[in-house]
């Protein structure tokens, strides 16, 4: 168990749809990454936020937004979802901007139909 | 663009056997390097990582690898596989402490009795 935890683990919707996924850090660590991982894409990260800030962007479709809340918890919201939307997301946490190690939660797969 | 490459997205040896997992990146710059392993309908865990230092890194269940810059490598190893060494396995690279990974595409593990 990494401490990183995520809700909910599996999510089913339709096209169009926008769902929000959800992910609480490590107790103590400031850094959340947000990650999708699928079969012809294989690990992206898509973003990055400390202490409730964006601080670097990967591949995140513009249909897609994170936050990071004051309790350090973080939203990955995903809009007009698609076909090839469904993956799974990963949620992973680092004490800060300065630690390499990042400490990846249990992802919540997401299936569109 | 940083990219890494995993040799092989599959790979069986008996139980008892070594182990390896070959991982090559491209870059100019000295990188930190990663491996994580994956098992099924889990997230990733760091097995070892390399920042500075020693080039040759031991890392959790046995594993280790070691960091060849001439090479641009960064291979694991384990001198005798278990069965419950058969997962799914991932190299990374960040070239920014804190900063996005960019992993490769992964290798399967399997382990035959």
């Known amino acids: 168990d990494s401490g990183v935890t995520q809700t909910p683990k599996h999510l089913i919707t339709a096209t169009g749809q926008r769902v929000t996924l959800r992910c609480s850090p490590r107790s103590g660590d400031l850094s959340v990454y947000w990650y999708q991982q699928s079969l012809d894409q294989g690990l992206q990260f898509l973003i990055q936020y400390y202490n409730g800030e964006e601080r670097a962007k990967g591949n995140i479709l513009e249909r897609f937004s994170a936050q990071q809340f004051p309790d350090l918890h973080s939203e990955l919201n995903l809009s007009s979802l698609e076909l090839g939307d469904s993956a799974l997301y990963f949620c992973?946490?680092?004490?800060?901007?300065?630690?390499?190690?990042?400490?990846f939660g249990p992802g919540t797969r997401l299936t569109v139909l | 663009a940083q990219s890494v490459t995993q040799l092989g997205s599959h790979v069986s040896v008996s139980e008892g056997a070594l182990v390896l997992l070959r991982c090559n990146y491209s870059?100019?710059?000295?990188?930190?390097l990663f491996w994580y392993v994956q098992y099924p309908n889990q997230g990733l865990q760091l097995l070892l990582k390399y920042t500075t230092g020693a080039t040759l890194v031991k890392g959790i269940n046995g594993f280790e690898a070691e960091f060849k810059k001439s090479e641009t490598s960064f291979h694991l190893t384990k001198p005798s596989a278990h069965m419950s060494d058969a997962a799914e396995y991932f190299c990374?690279?960040?070239?920014?402490?804190?900063?996005?990974?960019?992993f490769g595409p992964g290798t399967r593990l399997s382990v035959l009795p």
């Open positions: 992973a946490s680092s004490v800060g901007l300065a630690e390499v190690e990042q400490f």
């Open positions: 870059s100019s710059v000295p990188p930190y």
């Open positions: 990374a690279v960040t070239y920014n402490y804190g900063q996005n990974f960019v």
